[in-house]
């Protein structure tokens, strides 16, 4: 798993660079064997300019292990999230069907779209 993650992030994902610098929203976070953690964050949230998508997401990459070392890539990644059925996610011009039901947390996507789709619980 570790490996897409990160072949999918640093083969190309769109970078855009006149994005403005946040904190990123962590919505999702991957643990693997040898104590490296890699999370995903959510940058920017905007409507849609992409017909048949909800929001046009940025988001961010970053690692660290229990060494102490960690790498925040510099990219900003971009995502289109539809919302409504049949709720999907696109990168580079693929679309992944969400599982919308559950708790998440194994599927970076179905988590993307829970941090864009579902509103807070306060």
Request: some cysteine; charged content about 20%.
């Amino acid at each position: 798993m570790r490996w897409f993650l990160t072949m999918f992030f640093v083969v190309g994902l769109s970078l855009v660079s006149n994005a403005k610098a946040a904190e990123p929203l962590i919505f999702h976070t991957a643990h693997f064997d040898d104590d490296t953690v890699v999370s995903l964050g959510l940058l920017s949230n905007h409507t849609a300019e992409q017909a048949g998508y909800d929001f046009d997401v940025l988001i961010s990459l970053s690692q660290d292990n229990a060494a102490g070392a960690g790498y925040s890539d510099p990219g900003k990644h971009r995502a289109f999230v539809k919302c409504g059925d049949p709720a999907k996610v696109s990168v580079r011009g693929i679309d992944y069907l969400v599982q919308t039901s559950g708790a998440g947390g194994d599927d970076w996507k179905d988590d993307l779209w829970r941090a864009v789709c579902t509103p807070p619980v306060s």
